[in-house]
């Protein structure tokens, strides 16, 4: 599995399906590798959860802790907005991990029992107020996800890459999570950013290292190892899921691009709920 021990089954899988946020050491220590970079993570170290990043192994110490604010991107949709028009998503990118100053860790906590205290009311109350209350939590993970990303500006400044590429990019990965069950094709995505296929995928692939044929088969094969490690699903279904035409097309795709049968991966990574 890309991620280990007991923060795979909370945070990774479902990470792939579009998910984003951050993640706060309360207790540790612990080494996470990030796009081949290695950290320690000791309490009150946070690192960045977004869709640019493709690999995450975490090795908790027995004592470690955390606090993962990880929400669907949909949640901050005007923050997503703000930051595609940034180089603050390639920034983490490079730089996943650091450091919260004193005052941002208190407001993360507050935050936190906050929206359990506004979850466990809605679930002893669930009557006319649960539209509000989640409104309410909404708005409060907003605001603490804006709070940690300028606590991450005031420690590292300004983005400095190019605006335009970066909002290319961006979008592109954004689509990527609402489409890529549908659409796998490069001249797809290109043509949603009303550019040519050889323009687009030189922007994708010099500001990211890699093309978005390489973009698109990650997310695709994420999606099915969600599928495969999480659900029920027969190999047919999550074969119609992931739009391929059957059963034996998605398995040939799977073992080409894993090196292994969509049973054996099953086998290897299913998660059982306690």
Sequence with gaps: MTITDHYNNNIAANDRLGRGGFVLCTAGPALLRVNGMEFTLTPGWAFNVNP???????????????????????????????????????????????????????????????????????????????????????????????????????????????????????RFIIDLHENVT???????????????????SAIVRNTTGHSPAEWITLFTLNFAKTYLENTDKSIKEIASALNFPDQSTFGKYFKRNTGMSVTDYRKANRIDED
């Design 52 to 170: 640019l990043i493709r690999d995450y192994s975490l090795r908790p110490s027995p004592e470690f802790a955390k606090i993962p604010f990880v929400n669907p991107l949909s949640d901050y949709q005007q923050i997503n907005d703000i930051i595609a028009d940034t180089g603050l998503l390639l920034k983490f990118f490079e730089r996943p991990c650091w450091q919260l100053a004193p005052d941002t860790i208190r407001l993360v906590y507050d935050r936190t029992a906050g929206i359990d205290e506004l979850i466990a009311g809605m679930d002893a109350d669930p009557g006319p107020l649960k539209a509000f209350a989640e409104r309410r939590i909404r708005l409060i993970r907003q605001e603490t996800l804006l709070a940690v990303y300028s606590d991450y500006l005031r420690t590292f400044g300004s983005p400095v890459s190019t605006p335009l590429n970066n909002q290319v990019v961006y």
């Design 182 to 200: 549908a659409q796998r094709a490069v001249s797809w995505y290109a043509a949603k950013a009303n550019m040519s296929v050889g323009h687009f």
